[in-house]
C-alpha cells in the first residue's frame, strides 16, 4: 500500500496543500478492508385470506407463520407455525434447520432469540413490514415486553438493539443508487424484480393464498426470498456499497440506508469542515443564500437555473457513430475552477476578473474551497487510483471486486455532489456554485463540438458531458482528447463505439447497436417499466430486428418488418385479439388511498375498486389495471376484453413507436394505415 500510495502522489499533484490533506484520507480510509461481521438476512411469511393482500403490520391481526433466515455463517433456519387446518407433519426441506412450533408466542420468541445472535439483520422493506409486524404481534397481540423483543420501534424505520438493521428496500430505491452504482439496470424495486434485473432470478409465484400452502411449499417460499434478500446484500454487494458510502459520509450505516443524497453530501461536507476547525466554521443557511442569486434562466419548467447544453439531435440511422464522453464532468468543473460556497463570489478585487463563462459569478484566486477540496480529492483518488486497481489483472479477483465496490461507491457521491448545492432544501444551498457548474459543462460541450467540427467531424448530438460523432477517424479522436486536456483542463474519454445509432428529432431519445449486436435504449417509453407487456412485446421485437442490421442496405428488410409488426399488433388491438393481462399497467401506490384528494390516478380508481371488495392496499402496493371505456381503470382481475378502451392503448402504441418510425422516415398514420413510403437514405 505504502508503494501505492507514493506512486499515487507522484503521478497526481495536489493543487494545494488542503487538496493533499483530503487526498490522503481518502487513500487511507477506503483502502482499509471491511471487517467480516456475522450476518442474518431475513423474510417473514403471515397468513392472508387471498393473493396479494398484504396484512395492516400496525394491526397484526393475523399470525406470523413462517420466518426464514441465510445466514453468512452458511446456517439456513426456517422457525414454523403448526395449524390444525395443515395438519402435524414437519417437512424435510434440503438444506434447512426446520424448528417447529404450535404456539406462535413461543415460535416468536425463538425467533427474538435467534436475531440477537447476529449483529447485522439484513430485510427487504423491513421497516414497514417484517420488523414493523413481528413488533406489533409481539407487544400489541401477545403482551411482550418492549425489552423482551430485540427492536427499537421508531416512527418510519426499525432497528435492533443489540447491533445495526439494514433496510435494503430504500437503498436500491435511492435514485443515485440506481443511476450510478447499478447503472440503471434495475427499474423497479420490488424484490422480484430486482433479482430478476441484478440476479437473474426471481421471487416463487403463487396459484393459492399463503395461508393454505402446504408447510414445504411455504417453507422454500419464504426462504428463497430471505436467499434472494441475502444475495443481494452479499453478492450485489450491496451491503459492502453500503458500508464504504458510511465511510466517506461519517454517517452510520443503518442512517446511510435510509437518507438521500443530499442528506450524505451534507453530513461529508459538516464533517470535514469540523476536521478542519478552527479554519473552517459550518456556516449558517442564510450566510451561504447570500452568496449570490441566480442569473440564467432554466430552459426546462420548475428548474431553478439553465442546466446542461443540449444539441438537437440529426435525426435519422447513423452508421459507425463515435460517443466522447467528459469523465466526472462536474466533479471535474468543480475541481479545475475551485467552484465552493466560500469561493465564489469573494471579496477579493484581483478576483473580480476570474469569470465562470455565461455568469457574472467571479471565484476566489487566493484560497481553495472546501467543495473544491472535497470533490476534487474524491475524483481524483477514484480515477488514479481505485478504478485502476479495480483492473489491475495483478491483484486476486476478490481485491479487484473490493476495489471496484470503493470505486463505484465515490461515483455514487461524485455524481450527486453538484446538484444538492442548487436545491432550497439544502443547507448550503448556494445558486451560484450549482449554477456555476452548469455554465462550465455547457461552455465546455459547446467549445469540444466547435472544435470538432473544425477539425471535420459531423456531430450528430451533444448531451450535457457527451457529443456523438460521425465516423471520426482515430486521428480526430486523438486530437480532441488532447485539446480538451489542454484547453479545458478536462478529461475527454472514448466512451463508445456504435455500429450505428437511431436518433429521433426528441432529445435524450436513441437506440444504440453495438458491433456484437447489442442494443441500448436511452429514453424510449417501450422500455419503461409500468408499459403492458403487449406493446414491450412489439417493442423487443423491434429491437431484436435492429439488432441484426449490419448495413444500410440491411435497413430495407428492417424497415419493412417493424412496419409490419407495428401494423399488425395496432390491428389486434383493433380486433380485440389479445390476453386482457397483456394490457395490465402497473404503477406504484406513493402513499395510501386517504392521502390522494385533490387528484385521483387511474391507479388509485383501481385500488379503491380493490378495496370496496374487500382486499386491504397501502403505499408500496403495485398497482395492475387496464384503461377501460368512459375515462375510467379497472383492476387486471376484473376486466375483460369488451372493458378495455382500445382507443387508449392504440395511442399508447403509437405513441411508444413514433420517435423510432421517424427516425426510420416513416409517420405512425403510414405504418397503422398499411402505407409505405420510399426508402430514405441512409447518412
Known amino acids: ?161 443489540h447491533g445495526i438493521h439494514i433496510d435494503l ?52 417460499y419464504c426462504m428463497n426470498d430471505a436467499q434472494l434478500t441475502y444475495e443481494l446484500a452479499i453478492k450485489l454487494r450491496a451491503l459492502e456499497l453500503l458500508f464504504l458510502i458510511s465511510r466517506i459520509v461519517i454517517t452510520p450505516p443503518e442512517n446511510v440506508c435510509r437518507t438521500g443524497i443530499s442528506i450524505w453530501i451534507k453530513n461529508l461536507l459538516y464533517a470535514s469542515m469540523r476536521r478542519l476547525h478552527p479554519r473552517y466554521l459550518i456556516p449558517h443557511p442564510e450566510e451561504v443564500r447570500k452568496r449570490g442569486t441566480i442569473t440564467t434562466r432554466p430552459v426546462i419548467k420548475d428548474k431553478l437555473y439553465r442546466g446542461g447544453f443540449v444539441k438537437e439531435p440529426v435525426p435519422g440511422v447513423h452508421f459507425d457513430v463515435v460517443v466522447l464522453d467528459f469523465a466526472s464532468l462536474y466533479p ?23 469569470l ?32 485502476k486497481l479495480a483492473k489491475d489483472k ?89 485539446w480538451s486536456e489542454r484547453e479545458l483542463k478536462l478529461k475527454l474519454e472514448l466512451d463508445k463505439r456504435y455500429r450505428y445509432v437511431v436518433l429521433p428529432a426528441l432529445k435524450k431519445n436513441y437506440i444504440g447497436v453495438y458491433d456484437d449486436g447489442t442494443v441500448e435504449v436511452k429514453g424510449l417509453a417501450g422500455k419503461k417499466r409500468h408499459m403492458p407487456a403487449f406493446i414491450k412485446r412489439v417493442f423487443v421485437e423491434a429491437l431484436e430486428t435492429l439488432s441484426k442490421v449490419k448495413t444500410p442496405e440491411d435497413f430495407v428488410d428492417a424497415r419493412n418488418h417493424i412496419i409490419h409488426i407495428v401494423s399488425e399488433a395496432h390491428r389486434k388491438l383493433r380486433r380485440r385479439e389479445f390476453d386482457v393481462r397483456d394490457l395490465a399497467l402497473v404503477v406504484k401506490l406513493g402513499k395510501d388511498i386517504s392521502e390522494y384528494r385533490k387528484t385521483t390516478p387511474q391507479h388509485v380508481k383501481a385500488a379503491r375498486m380493490l378495496e370496496r371488495l374487500g382486499r386491504k392496499v397501502r403505499r408500496g402496493d403495485l398497482i395492475a389495471f387496464v384503461k377501460t371505456r368512459r375515462g375510467g381503470a379497472m383492476p387486471i382481475d376484473l376486466a375483460r376484453p369488451e372493458d378495455v378502451d382500445i382507443d387508449k392503448y392504440a395511442e399508447l402504441l403509437e405513441n411508444t413507436f413514433r420517435p423510432i418510425l421517424a427516425a426510420l422516415d416513416l409517420e405512425v398514420a403510414e405504418v397503422t394505415g398499411g402505407k409505405m413510403r420510399s426508402l430514405f437514405e441512409f447518412s
Not at 467552484?339 to 476578473?353: A, K, Q
Not at 491483484?395 to 471496484?404: G, I
Not at 463540438?449 to 467531424?457: D, F
Open 1 to 161: 500500500s505504502t508503494d501505492r500510495f507514493s506512486d499515487f502522489f507522484y503521478r497526481v499533484r495536489a493543487e494545494s496543500p488542503l487538496h493533499h490533506q483530503f487526498l490522503n484520507r481518502w487513500l487511507r480510509t477506503l483502502s482499509e478492508p471491511l471487517p467480516e461481521i456475522p450476518i442474518a438476512a431475513m423474510d417473514i411469511e403471515v397468513r392472508c385470506p387471498s393473493v396479494g393482500h398484504i396484512p395492516d403490520p400496525r394491526e397484526a391481526d393475523e399470525p406470523v407463520i413462517c420466518v426464514c433466515f441465510v445466514c453468512s455463517d452458511g446456517r439456513k433456519c426456517a422457525f414454523l407455525l403448526l395449524r390444525s387446518e395443515v395438519g402435524d407433519q414437519v417437512p424435510e426441506v434440503a438444506g434447512v434447520e426446520v424448528f417447529a412450533y404450535r404456539d406462535e408466542r413461543e415460535l416468536l420468541k425463538a425467533v427474538f432469540e435467534f436475531i440477537i445472535k447476529y449483529p447485522v439483520l439484513v430485510t427487504f422493506n423491513g421497516d414497514d413490514f417484517d420488523l414493523r409486524y413481528l413488533w406489533h404481534r409481539a407487544v400489541d397481540r401477545f403482551g411482550f415486553r418492549r425489552e423482551e423483543t430485540p427492536f427499537e420501534a421508531h416512527h418510519d424505520w426499525m432497528g435492533v438493539r
Open 169 to 220: 428496500y430504500p437503498f436500491f430505491d435511492n435514485r443515485s443508487i440506481q443511476n450510478y452504482a447499478y447503472e440503471q439496470r434495475y427499474r423497479e424495486t420490488t424484490l422480484d424484480d430486482l433479482a430478476q434485473a441484478l440476479l437473474n432470478k426471481r421471487k416463487i409465484e403463487l396459484e393459492k393464498p399463503i395461508g393454505e400452502l402446504d408447510y414445504k411449499t411455504l417453507i422454500e
Open 332 to 354: 471535474s468543473v468543480i475541481s479545475v475552477w475551485n467552484i465552493s460556497f466560500d469561493t465564489v463570489l469573494c471579496p477579493h478585487s484581483e478576483c473580480r476578473d476570474n
Open 356 to 387: 465562470i463563462p455565461g455568469t457574472p459569478h467571479h471565484v476566489c484566486r487566493k484560497r481553495t474551497g472546501i467543495v473544491s477540496a472535497v470533490i476534487g480529492s474524491l475524483k481524483d483518488v477514484r480515477v488514479e487510483y481505485f478504478k
Open 394 to 482: 495483478r491483484l486476486s479477483p476478490e481485491e479487484r471486486a473490493f476495489y471496484n465496490s470503493v470505486q463505484l461507491t465515490m461515483k455514487v457521491i461524485l455524481n450527486a455532489s453538484y446538484g444538492v448545492f442548487g436545491l432550497r432544501a439544502f443547507p448550503l444551498f448556494c445558486p451560484p456554485v450549482a449554477e456555476g457548474t452548469a455554465a462550465v459543462g455547457r461552455y465546455a460541450l459547446t467549445k469540444t463540438i466547435e472544435k470538432a467540427e473544425s477539425l471535420g467531424v459531423r456531430v450528430l448530438y451533444g448531451d450535457t458531458d457527451s457529443v456523438f460523432l460521425h465516423r471520426p477517424t482515430e486521428e480526430q479522436i486523438h486530437e480532441l482528447i488532447k
